[in-house]
T-cell receptor, first 112, second 116 residues
Framework: GENVEQHPSTLSVQEGDSAVIKCTYSDSASNYFPWYKQELGKRPQLIIDIRSNVGEKKDQRIAVTLNKTAKHFSLHITETQPEDSAVYFCAAISYWDSTLTFGKGTMLLVSP | GAGVSQSPSNKVTEKGKDVELRCDPISGHTALYWYRQSLGQGLEFLIYFQGNSAPDKSGLPSDRFSAERTGGSVSTLTIQRTQQEDSAVYLC??????????????FGPGTRLTVL
């Protein structure tokens, strides 16, 4: 089955800096890669996703890149703000699978 | 519209008791997922429903765990003879359609289970 590794486990940045979270996956058949943000005590919510026919996708300060050859994808947050502080989860799924495989999460702390 | 709801929001029980957790998915969503999240940990997949059937039960940690879904809507996760290691937040998610697998999952607020 799919295995997703996520790094780093914690990331501390100053407000205004950029933050990058990286994930690798094992199943070359995986074709959908969502990112979820989970604020403390709240439910995970989708913030951005990318499909394997696209190399990069951007939504305001958030972008995701995908390298299918290397089987890794990354989340980029620019001009970070304190409200970006949360745990971020990457995930992967193959078209033929029934479930997402999540990474273990990255706790992002943005200091004012 | 209403999102995914779960009840109870908190459940404290004694070791050895049975508990039942409920999930109401978004109306019309055919796929439903249960996850477990231990303190500070990631999302551990438990079971997936497509309609009323559960094609993937691979994540259930033991035979004390079971789940059902009736009418293609509400789902209940039952944990029998609870153990302290069952303490976690149990999250339910639903998505519109399983087809293709690449559908956004909408999460409920979770049920925090504490086994004393």
């Amino acid at each position: 089955g799919e295995n997703v590794e996520q790094h780093p486990s914690t990331l501390s940045v100053q407000e205004g800096d950029s933050a990058v979270i990286k994930c690798t996956y094992s199943d070359s058949a995986s074709n959908y890669f969502p990112w979820y943000k989970q604020e403390l005590g709240k439910r995970p919510q989708l913030i951005i996703d990318i499909r394997s026919n696209v190399g990069e996708k951007k939504d305001q300060r958030i972008a995701v890149t995908l390298n299918k050859t290397a089987k890794h994808f990354s989340l980029h947050i620019t001009e970070t703000q304190p409200e970006d502080s949360a745990v971020y989860f990457c995930a992967a799924i193959s078209y033929w699978d029934s479930t997402l495989t999540f990474g273990k999460g990255t706790m992002l702390l943005v200091s004012p | 519209g209403a999102g995914v709801s779960q009840s109870p929001s908190n459940k404290v029980t004694e070791k050895g008791k049975d508990v039942e957790l409920r999930c109401d998915p978004i109306s019309g969503h055919t796929a439903l997922y249960w996850y477990r999240q231990s303190l500070g940990q990631g999302l551990e997949f438990l079971i997936y429903f497509q309609g009323n059937s559960a094609p993937d039960k691979s994540g259930l940690p033991s035979d004390r765990f079971s789940a059902e879904r009736t009418g293609g809507s509400v789902s209940t996760l039952t944990i029998q003879r609870t153990q302290q290691e069952d303490s976690a937040v149990y999250l339910c998610a639903s998505s519109p359609d399983r087809t293709g697998g690449d559908n956004e999952q909408f999460f409920g607020p979770g049920t925090r289970l504490t086994v004393l």
